[in-house]
């Protein structure tokens, strides 16, 4: 069989190896470009695909990949808003991702973003530069008696739950689908709008359906209580930027902390010479307060996730290419 990757990283062939080390009768190939109409040409004679980018998937990429006779598709990550389904029903392609390469590496980073916010982390690093090492007036929060509003309660969300109620918190949760596991925390409220009225914190975790894009808008921060923090280590455009700014302009929101932005590819994963040649005001405006926290959409990024991202997806590619059941299908019979 014969495999090919797009989007590999330096980070990611080590574990390439390690694979093809236990599958030796799997010949693979790739290249660190991401899959578009330029690249589709690069599988051209393999098997099947394994990719992983935040770009959207084109038809025309994937019409090729199509016609070169490939229909088995593993994507390393989770998230799966690049695809649009009917291009894929109507191609005949097969689907699989990683739904858990590492729910805690996700979890474990919405944690820090919530405790740098909330120890003033950005205030106490500009005043340590400074060589200023007084305590006054960067007086903290703790998280122990908060009430944290989680939306979403899947792999991550649940993790998330987990790590909040034993820090002391109150949690409050809203999925159209409760978890079973977490029904002993007794977290669950009916509507997303008590999560939204109850949290001082709040903490997305929840794919990036059509009807969620902006689930956090003007209105929805108009139910919050002041001086709520948002925390979203889920898909950017689950927040509407222009709101989140204005709430952050009023106080209305205390702070923000941001592992994906609405229009991240322009500035994530890039080098710029200086702020100055980043060209998006959102962003820059952002990045300008103390009270907001970004990080170029690293929740994912350990070492444990890396691996599992890359092990899951070549072994449900290469199941699919046998014609056996993969781990982690995706239905892809509704959009
Ligand atoms: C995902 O798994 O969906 C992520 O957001 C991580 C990223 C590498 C795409």
Redesign the pocket.
Known sequence: MKIFLYGIREDEKGYLTEWTDVHPEVKIAYTDQFLNTETAELAKGYDGVVT?Q?QAYSREALQQLHDFGISKISVR???LDGFDFQDLRDLGFSLTNVPVYSPNAIAEHTTSLMLRLLRRVPEFDKKFNNADYSWFPTIGEEINGKTVGIVGTGHIGSVVARIMHAMGAKVVAYDIKPNPYLENLGIYVDSLDEVLQQADILTLHTPLAKSDIHMIDANAIAKMKDGVVIINAARGGLIDTEALIAGLDSGKIGGAGLDVLEGENAVFQKKFKSLDNVKDPQFKNLISRDNVIITP?TA?YTTTAVHNMVFDSLTDNLAMLEGKEPKYPVDISED
């Open positions: 992983l935040m990550n989770v998230g959409h994912f």
